[in-house]
């Protein structure tokens, strides 16, 4: 068996501080986002329109102070017509604003799923891609979270921070440009205060993130909990364990809400403190705008000197409210940027996975003979031969024998731990071929070379006197047909789990495969027959049930060379004879390697070869084997522990 | 439903009903705030009474602070409100699933019940939040703004009459139209990550079938049906700023002009009409009471989005189990002797489909049951029947002459062991492990009972022994490792009976030979039951149960079986035919 991950990392784990934002990340989002140029360059223009039409609402109060409803009241006969123009106009100003806040949000919403459907288009294809040495490394919780939370809090990032944030800038400097418009006096003012109320935030929001973190962690750990007590309660319940395993639960349970209710504690606090900074803002400009009107001192502004006006002071009131509360948005919004990057940057480390190599050049086909010679056709001819492109532009055909022969390979999960050690095997053809030893003795390793899930370290493997390198992988696989010792089903049909071993297989192909793998009888007996449902990788059916759809499956592919892991060890024996009268009539004359633990599936194979430490160690059918009485006779008689 | 719920608040109740407290007072703050403001400009700053300006400044500054506190107050207690009910509602949750049945925990599948309590409580957790925090602040701040703004000017504020049946109808048509295109969004997720999940386990029969293309072929249709019913929601959602905005912006214009009028009608004295200060302030007003539509709007999609989770919850919590307690429980199983009652189970309520039809059958204490059938012949529903791990549809089960439902629960299942087929172990030392058979057992006990189940050799053999470490669901030991640690376990209960269902199915001939002979000598009273496919496994057991269909077919001895039972020739004959030489 090859290592498993070994560790169940919550997905939020390891999350990077907020000073450790990898600008080569950023960098590799925005090139994801830059295929939206021109829409991009849409967006920001219409978020600049939108914000500045928040800007010119603010100072519009001050314009319509002084001057309007200012020299109206001096006048005996006011004259409404310049404020009706005025007000229309703004209309006007607030109805673009309107559209171009309306059509940021609509072609952000385009952007970010865009990005987000090429993200995770561009992660399933490139994990399909991946050798078997990642999904062995990887917990498959750990792989699904890519496509959950990281993605999720891409996407969040995306659609709401980044436009709230340009958003934000704009408003920010399109104030603090107003402002001095208005007074500098008063500006400073803004721009000290607004120093310090930062530096109080990005504290508390600096707090709240670290015990974020910790919320992260514990969540993992209760999660991780859940998932081990809940998957394993039938046994809890066997034990009587429901009391310690209760209190472990509570222990760790306390500890997250210890931790989530921290962090939500500082980041609540966050905007009750903007909103009230906003106020003392607001008391400080006032008293001090007052001190400077009612003595009259010169006010400095962009426009030249003059006096403070109340309508300047009424407008800046005002602006400050518009200069806070973006600022308030922008720290709020720090957080989820941070969660967001480190999501990409783990999806990023899935894209940068190595591919599996391919250079093979050698291709299946079908053949058949004509004048003597073997002619490439179309038809299922039940005849295959290796189809061998040459340099100088002519091809061979090699006929398809079944032949498999391993020259002093070794090979090892981890380089430095070899399994299988100067193996050297032959299957001739139309054989049907036994391996049998104990657990870890490298048998599954053996049928995971031929297929090349994995690459062997050294030596040479032969497929019809080809190197298997020079095989494409998917021709190679395509002529071998595994049932694998795990048995996976998918969420479908019955008759469409079958079919996945050949698409494009007519229902009575299916069912004809279900006969010969003994399986038509009980699918029949099933709700709605080959039409039920399954989900859950078929739990609701036993073990031994799952093997029958899982033979049916390749029995449909019909390929040439049949592997044959453990196929039939849930299945009871009585069943399992029927099973392998019905495959050995399929396969007859074709390659067939069997592995299994129980003998009576091997004793019928016309070679057994026995594996022991990586080693074969004994070879012959079971007749000569048992004469022989080496380790098989041993086995056999139950001298010798095969687990 | 929000009963049951809110019982899970528990000792944070106070806090829970705190935060909206403190929100009124926030928002009473945050209403009188801009009522002062203005005044400072009125009387202050206009008529140049800096004395009024720094004595309105100072009751300003102290009210800021005053609402800065219950601000922080409000927070607070909402962060403690909810992280505590989020706490309370798992550990009721995983507390009640410690007290299912067999029966419960089937109704519920694994993976649903992991999803009620990590997902589902996340979303109520936040929704609660949002509702403690923010349904108390929407509504009280629109009656709090409204007010003031009609008392400052009662003609003026009818803009908002208008202005907020306008955004409400509005704000109801996004979400209306939006909820169901979400609902669709959240099943697609479902099945987006059922295909990444069948295809990260199933990646060996991908591979081996070539099925990559086809594969990213499903998970496209996915993906892109995701990319066009989120953008579409989204779309949606997208409406609510605009609409605010548009209310937002002809409330003002509206204020302004009639404002501006009314102004300088009263020749901006506030003791006659409306003044500037006054202005100001209606349109603060205006900005509040539209923001907090806004905020009830998003409230109220919280609150849609999180029900679903909100009724899964309950559901788990609803749950009681169909197994009750004897009120005067037998605690001791005085004998291991076994007795089936005209017995007949179904897993379902509806008794239509009998899994154990009649079954009438006595073994006595001591001695070793074989039993043997085809897959689906119900010889597991039989053997668990005994440990109560369900109860019988009819009939009765007795154990040492008495009805299993007679005996307290935990007592029986410590003296009736059983190894399921389906075997867990836990993440720990294969010494903790092997404590969940007997929390007090020592060392010798540990070794024993491993030595029985011919586990001590492969122990030693690991680094640091009793003390390796075991990874989740014992992902790093062999499966026939896995089961003598597991049948090692059961031992350490020293039962009166022992269970074994196809528990010695990955362990060789030899080896379990060696245990069945360990377990005849070294346990001579306890009754011993082994369910297998082997006939070797159960060949010298001194009565076999063939069962088919669910009925028992026939009992006897090896011997007797293979003269009498044509089933049990068969499997003889499939097992041993072929030149097998029993020799062992």
């Given at each position: 068996m090859p290592p498993r991950a070994r560790h169940y990392r919550s997905?939020?784990?390891?999350k990077p501080e907020l000073?450790?934002?990898n600008p080569a990340t950023l960098k590799r989002l925005f090139t994801y986002l830059f295929a939206y140029k021109k829409k991009l360059i849409l967006v920001v223009t219409s978020i600049i329109v939108s914000s500045l039409t928040l800007v010119i609402s603010a100072l519009f109060l001050q314009v319509l102070i002084d001057d309007y409803i200012a020299p109206l009241l001096l006048?005996?006969?006011?004259?409404f017509s310049g404020l009706l123009r005025v007000i229309l106009l703004m209309g006007g100003i607030y109805a673009t604003g309107t559209l171009a806040t309306l059509f940021y949000n609509w072609t952000m919403v385009d952007i970010a799923q865009g990005v987000l459907k090429k993200i995770r288009d561009d992660m399933f294809s490139h994990m399909q891609s991946l050798p078997i040495r990642f999904f062995d490394r990887h917990s498959h919780g750990d792989v699904m979270s890519y496509y959950t939370n990281d993605a999720d809090t891409l996407r969040q990032m995306i659609a709401m921070s980044l436009p709230h944030i340009v958003s934000a800038l704009v408003t920010i400097s399109a104030v603090i440009l107003s402002m001095l418009y208005l007074s500098f006096w008063l500006t400073l003012l803004v721009l000290i205060f607004a120093f310090f109320a930062l530096r109080v935030v990005t504290h508390i929001a600096g707090k709240s993130g670290s015990y974020f973190i910790k919320q992260q962690q514990s969540l993992g750990e209760v999660n991780g909990y859940i998932e081990e007590m809940i998957s394993g309660l039938k046994v809890v319940k066997v034990f009587n364990r429901e009391e310690a395993v209760r209190e472990e639960f509570d222990q760790k349970n306390e500890l997250l809400g210890y931790h989530a209710a921290e962090a939500h504690k500082y980041a609540n606090i966050l905007m009750p403190l903007m909103h009230n900074f906003g106020y003392v803002l607001y008391v400080l400009i006032a008293i001090l705008g007052g001190v400077l009107a009612i003595s009259g001192a010169v006010n400095l502004s962009l426009m030249g000197s003059g006096l403070l006006t109340l309508g300047i002071i009424a407008s800046f009131l005002q602006l400050s409210r518009s200069f806070i509360n973006p600022l308030a948005h922008v720290t709020q919004q720090l957080n989820s940027i941070v969660m967001a990057l480190a999501g990409a940057e783990r999806i990023f480390q899935l894209l940068d996975e190595e591919s599996e190599a391919d250079s093979g050049y050698v291709s299946l086909v079908n053949v058949k003979q004509e004048n003597g010679a073997l002619v490439e056709t179309?038809?299922?001819?039940?005849r295959w031969a290796w189809k061998d492109p040459h340099h100088d532009g002519s091809v061979t055909y090699t006929e398809l024998q079944g032949e498999v022969r391993f020259h002093d390979v070794d090979f090892g999960?981890?380089?430095?731990?070899?399994?299988?050690?100067?193996v050297t095997l032959y299957a001739e053809p139309g054989q049907k071929l036994a391996l049998v030893g104990?657990?870890?003795?490298g048998k599954t390793t053996i049928t995971n070379l031929l297929s090349r899930f994995y690459d062997i370290a050294d030596g040479k493997i032969r497929y019809d006197g080809i190197n298997?390198?020079?095989?494409?992988k998917s021709d190679l696989r395509r002529s071998l047909g595994m049932i694998l010792q795990d048995v996976h089903l998918f969420s479908g049909t019955v008759i469409d789990n079958i079919r996945y071993g050949r698409l494009d297989a007519t229902d009575e192909e299916c069912i004809n495969a279900a006969r010969l793998a003994n399986a038509d009888s009980f699918i029949r007996m099933?709700?709605?027959?080959?039409q039920t449902e399954l989900s859950g990788d078929g739990n609701s059916l036993s073990q031994g049930q799952r093997q029958l759809i899982s033979i049916a499956r390749a029995a449909v592919a019909d390929p040439p060379v049949m592997i044959l892991d453990e196929?039939?060890?849930?299945?009871d024996t009585r069943t399992e004879l029927i099973v392998q009268q019905g495959m050995d009539s399929l396969m007859h004359g074709r390659t067939v390697f069997v592995i299994a633990h129980r003998l009576s599936t091997v004793q019928n194979s016309d070679v057994i070869m026995v594996i022991e430490d990586g080693r074969i160690i004994e070879r012959g059918s079971h007749e000569q084997l048992l004469e022989e009485e080496g380790r098989y006779y041993q086995f056999y008689t139950g001298a010798f522990e095969l687990s | 439903m929000i009963r049951r719920l809110a019982a899970s608040l528990g000792e944070y109740r106070k806090d829970a009903v705190k935060t909206p407290v403190f929100v009124m007072c926030e928002v009473v703050m945050e209403v009188t705030i801009p009522f002062l403001m203005a005044g400072l400009i009125d009387f202050g700053i206009d008529a140049g009474n800096m004395d009024l300006v720094f004595r309105l400044g100072v009751v300003l500054l102290f009210l800021a602070l005053l609402s800065l506190f219950f601000g922080v107050q409000a927070g607070r207690s909402a962060a403690v409100a909810m992280a505590g009910f989020a706490k309370n509602l798992r550990r009721d949750m995983f507390h009640n699933v410690q007290t299912f049945s067999f029966a419960n925990i089937d109704k519920f599948s694994n993976s649903s019940i992991i999803t009620r309590l990590t997902t589902d409580v996340t979303h109520v957790q936040h929704a609660f939040q949002m509702i403690i925090r923010l349904a108390a602040r929407g509504p009280l701040m629109i009656i709090f703004s409204l007010s003031v703004a009609f008392s400052i000017d009662s003609r003026l504020s009818l803009v908002f009459l208008a202005a907020i049946p306008f955004l409400g109808v509005g704000l109801y048509i996004i979400m209306k139209k939006a909820f169901p295109v979400f609902r669709r969004v959240f099943k697609i997720y479902d099945s987006l990550n059922r295909i990444v999940q069948e295809n990260v386990r199933g990646i060996r029969v991908v591979k081996s079938h070539n099925r990559e293309e086809y594969e990213k072929e499903k998970f496209g249709h996915t993906s892109q049906a995701i990319f066009n019913d989120f953008s579409l929601a989204e779309k949606i959602i997208a409406f609510n700023m605009p609409l605010m905005q548009i209310s937002m912006y002809v409330s003002m214009l509206m204020i302004s002009w009639f404002g501006a009028r009314a102004i300088v009608a009263s020749g901006n004295n506030p003791l006659l009409g409306l003044s500037t200060g006054q202005l100001m302030s209606l349109m603060t007003y205006t900005m509040q009471i539209l923001m907090s539509l806004m905020m009830l709007s998003m409230v109220l999609v919280m609150i849609t989005i999180s029900r679903a989770s909100a009724e899964r919850i309950n559901e788990l919590l609803e749950e009681k189990s169909d197994l009750k307690n004897n009120e005067?429980?037998?605690?001791?199983?005085?004998?291991g002797e076994i007795c089936f009652e005209n017995v007949s189970f179904s897993?379902?309520?509806?008794?239509?489909?009998?899994?154990?039809?009649d079954i009438n059958l006595t073994i006595k204490p001591g001695q070793t049951i074989g039993i043997i059938g085809g897959t689906g012949s119900a010889k597991t529903t039989l053997v668990q029947l005994i440990p109560r791990l369900y109860d019988v549809s009819s009939g009765q089960v007795l154990v040492g002459g008495v009805d299993?439902?007679?005996?307290?629960l935990q007592s029986l299942r410590d003296q009736v062991a059983v190894v399921l087929q389906k075997n867990v172990l836990f993440t720990g030392t294969i010494k903790d492990n092997l404590l969940w058979?007997?929390?007090?057992?020592g060392d010798e006990e540990l070794v024993r009972a491993c030595k029985l189940a011919q586990a001590d050799d492969f122990i030693r053999s690991?680094?640091?022994?009793?003390d390796y470490h075991i990874e989740q669901g014992g992902a790093n030991l062999s499966g026939g490792q896995k089961q003598r640690l597991c049948l090692a376990r059961a031992l350490l209960k020293s039962p009166k009976i022992l269970i074994l269902d196809?528990?010695?199915?990955?362990?060789?001939t030899g080896t379990e030979a060696r245990i069945r002979r360990a377990l005849n000598r070294e346990l001579p009273g306890t009754t011993k039951l082994i369910i297998s496919q082997r006939v070797a496994s159960v060949e010298d057991a001194d009565k076999i149960i063939v069962m088919d269909d669910g009925k028992i077919s026939a009992v006897g001895t090896h011997e007797e079986l293979l003269e009498t039972c044509q089933i049990y020739q068969e499997v003889y004959q499939s097992q041993v035919e072929g030149g097998r030489s029993i020799a062992s």
């Open positions: 997905p939020m784990q390891g000073r450790k934002i006048q005996a006969e006011p004259d179309e038809e299922r001819t039940e999960y981890n380089p430095d731990e070899l399994v299988l050690r100067n104990t657990t870890g003795a298997i390198n020079k095989i494409r099933l709700p709605q027959g080959y196929a039939t060890s849930s299945i | 005067y429980p037998l605690f001791k199983v005085a004998a897993y379902s309520k509806e008794a239509d489909k009998m899994c154990l039809k299993v439902r007679d005996y307290d058979g007997n929390r007090a057992a690991f680094p640091g022994q009793y196809d528990s010695t199915s990955a362990v060789d």
